[in-house]
């Protein structure tokens, strides 16, 4: 028996769970402020400012970004992008700004070695990314606890979680990219376009202009 196919959303998302582009930014500035961008850096202040960077930047779920090993994110090889492990094991490639993939590498370089626990060789890079300052990789409860007093210390905390990062992410990727819907599903590793398309409906796109554009377009193909 064919399996019945639903007309519903599979899910709902309202702007209360995501930060608008304005929003985005204003954490950023105050992350970097704290972290590489401080007068004196700090290398707590610069780890919380990685994972704000690399959430905001990924949409990783918190799950994906705790199971990171450091041979995950392909530093020192030019290429920006996390190897993710997501549901079932699957895993996908997910692209990320330089800047993410060169902040990583700081971290691995200048901040990862003081918190190795003392039975971990330094350049086992198949060994958890991140660790907190108890010598320890980083879970799930503990990464929820961070973001949230990040967000909280900047402003954001009555609408604290990591969802809110991934949402972000989710949103911004579909507004900035001229809503390339299989590029957002596939960097959050949706199953179907229908749960990636439901951040087309807080997008506003000028759909006469999109419509003079595709005959420009067919003209332009036709008089070549």
């Known amino acids: 028996m064919s399996k019945k196919i ?3 959303m599979p899910w709902t998302l309202d702007a209360q769970m995501f930060l608008r582009l304005d929003e985005a930014n204003r954490l950023l500035k105050a992350v970097r402020a704290e972290g590489t961008e401080s007068e004196i850096p700090d290398p707590t202040r610069i780890v919380d400012q990685l994972i704000i960077e690399c959430l905001i930047f990924s949409g990783l779920q918190s799950s ?3 199971r ?5 994110t392909f530093i020192g090889t030019g290429r920006s992008s996390l190897l993710v492990v997501g549901k079932r094991g699957r895993r996908r490639e997910v692209f990320v700004p330089e800047r993410v993939s060169e902040l990583i590498q700081l971290y691995v370089e200048k901040i990862r070695p003081r918190y190795l626990p003392v039975d971990w060789a330094s350049d086992d890079v198949r060994k958890a990314l991140l660790l907190n300052e108890r010598h320890r990789p980083l879970t799930r409860p503990t990464l929820y606890r961070r973001v949230l007093n990040i967000l909280d210390r900047h402003g954001f905390g009555d609408r604290g979680s990591i969802q809110l990062l991934r949402h972000t992410y ?3 990727a579909y507004l900035l990219t001229g809503s390339n819907l299989l590029f957002v599903q596939r960097q959050l590793g949706h199953a179907h376009p229908m749960v990636t398309a439901v951040y087309a409906q807080f997008v506003e796109e000028d759909y006469a202009a999109i419509a003079d554009g595709l005959v420009a377009g067919i003209d332009a193909r036709i008089n070549r």
């Open 170 to 172: 989710g949103y911004l």
């Open 6 to 8: 639903s007309n519903r």
């Open 68 to 72: 990171l090993n450091v041979v995950d």
């Open 64 to 66: 994906e970004f705790c």
